[in-house]
């Protein structure tokens, strides 16, 4: 039965029980320095690294990787602790053989996750920390794994860095396409719309300019040759009079002249004046025809000549109104071309900004490569540990020594509470309905007997060696 114990009566009790709490006590000591012997010596290396700044700065180059080499401090630990990582050092270094035989890479990947400690010191610095039962090869790794870290981030960033340039090889290969197609368009439409284009308005304005002086020159010559061919229409009749009388008076003298030789001989005065002015009016006649066949001639000349000047004022007039059609249409197809050139100017515009962009991409790529080397630096390297960082043996033995104790104490504690003896009176008036009458104490020299409560017959009856 169980029941409540003061402090006294469990010093008590332990004090009865010493041998069985020492003998317990000893037997868990020594089960607990056996396990903190043989547990493995454990060594730990540790390395610092610090985080160069990133050369040249910003303002110089517009690198294309965006993070920071400093910000990677914030996620070192899970990239320390990535697999890519970790597997490349357990290959490298082979460790956890039996583990990675048995149970394969991730299994040895989870093991170095528990034996790897990360710790940001500072701004710009690391500390990684490694743990392993050889001391050499705990210096090895932890001086080892910042190299892999360093390796595996440059090629992260220079791999980031050539995706950049290749998104910019790719987007102006595709741009230069489009520029080509958008110059293409514009070149046709300005073929097409040739004379009508905003840049040839000045052009078609001195070109009307020029036209209405020629036709004003036209018009007035126009003019004046039909002044002339008017003159000589006038003069043309009296030509044909003046021809005709004087045909008229040749024949009128000749008749005469037949006459007067019909009478007379010809050493005659009459026939001789007859004939001097037979051959006056004879070459008057001649001079007037000449004169009339030229007059005829000059009147041929001005009517083709005005017939000319005509065409060429037609001409002049078409001419005026090709340029003046180009100039009205001109408006037109400036607000078509303006829309053309602005989306062309915004295509070349972008097409200018990525060559700008691929070329700052190029040269970025190469001082990632050419930097790379002294992105990390380890300050600190890890030397190999000259004694055991765990398990702490002398703690362990004073831990199992307080646990032994514990557990003796425990077990003399809980033999007790199951203890159903009577030491005392005090115990039978707790334990007992019946009212005590007397104690026999017991005798010196007697043997102290056992005493325990049994029922009997129905009634509670006390019996023992020194206690009735």
């Known amino acids: 039965m169980d029941r409540g114990m003061t402090a006294d009566q469990i010093l008590a009790a332990l004090w009865r029980r010493k041998v069985l709490i020492g003998a317990i006590a000893a037997i868990g000591f020594a089960v607990g320095a056996a396990i903190v012997a043989s547990l493995p010596s454990v060594y730990t290396a540790s390395a610092v690294v610090r985080v160069e700044p990133q050369r040249p700065s910003e303002e110089m180059v517009q690198h294309t990787v965006s993070e920071l080499i400093e910000q990677r401090l914030l996620t070192v630990r899970e990239e320390l602790l990535a697999r890519p ?22 299994a040895g990947v989870e093991r170095m ?15 990684l920390t490694y743990s392993a039962s050889d001391p050499q090869v705990a210096a090895k790794v932890a001086n080892r794994l910042p190299e892999i870290f360093s390796e595996e981030t440059i090629k992260i960033r220079q791999a980031q860095a050539a995706r950049a340039t290749a998104v910019f090889d790719e987007e102006l290969g595709r741009l230069q396409g489009t520029v080509a197609q958008w110059e293409d368009k514009i070149l046709r439409f300005k073929v097409e719309h040739l004379g009508e284009l905003p840049e040839q308005l000045e052009t078609n304005m001195r070109g009307v300019e020029r036209l209405n002086a020629q036709l004003t020159t036209k018009t007035d010559e126009l003019r004046a040759t039909e002044a002339r061919r008017s003159e000589l229409a006038r003069s043309h009749a009296g030509a044909d009079t003046d021809a005709g009388r004087l045909a008229a008076a040749e024949a009128d003298t000749t008749r005469a002249l037949t006459a007067a030789r019909s009478q007379w001989t010809a050493d005659h005065p009459e026939v001789q004046r007859l004939a001097r002015e037979l051959e006056t009016v004879s070459q008057q006649r001649q001079d007037a025809e000449r004169r009339m066949v030229a007059e005829r001639q000059e009147r041929a000349r001005a009517a083709a000549l005005v017939t000319q ?8 007039k078409q001419q005026a109104q090709a340029f003046q059609k180009r100039i009205d249409q001109t408006p037109r197809w400036a607000q078509e071309l303006s829309v053309l050139q602005r989306d062309y100017e915004i295509l070349r515009t972008k097409y200018q900004s990525v060559v ?26 890890a030397g190999a540990p000259s004694s055991a960082s765990r398990p702490d043996r002398v703690g362990g033995l004073i831990i199992a020594l307080l646990a032994a104790l514990g557990i003796a104490v425990l077990t003399g504690v809980v033999l007790e509470m199951r203890d159903e003896s009577i030491r005392d009176a005090a115990e039978i008036k707790g334990r007992l ?36």
């Open 85 to 106: 990582v970790l597997q490349r050092a357990i290959e490298e270094l082979n460790l956890y053989p039996e583990i990675v035989a048995d149970d394969g890479i991730e």
């Open 113 to 127: 996750r528990r034996d790897l400690d990360v710790k940001v010191e500072g701004d710009t610095a690391f500390e």
């Open 309 to 316: 000047i005509q065409r060429d004022i037609d001409g002049l």
């Open 356 to 381: 700008s962009r691929k070329v700052e991409a190029e040269v970025a790529q190469e001082l990632e490569a050419k930097s790379s080397k002294s992105l990390f630096n380890v300050i600190s390297p």
């Open 433 to 468: 309905p019946l009212p005590v009458l007397a104690v026999v104490p017991m005798m010196q020299g007697a043997r102290a007997g056992r005493r325990t409560l049994a029922p009997s017959n129905g009634r509670n009856t006390v019996a023992g060696d020194g206690l009735n």
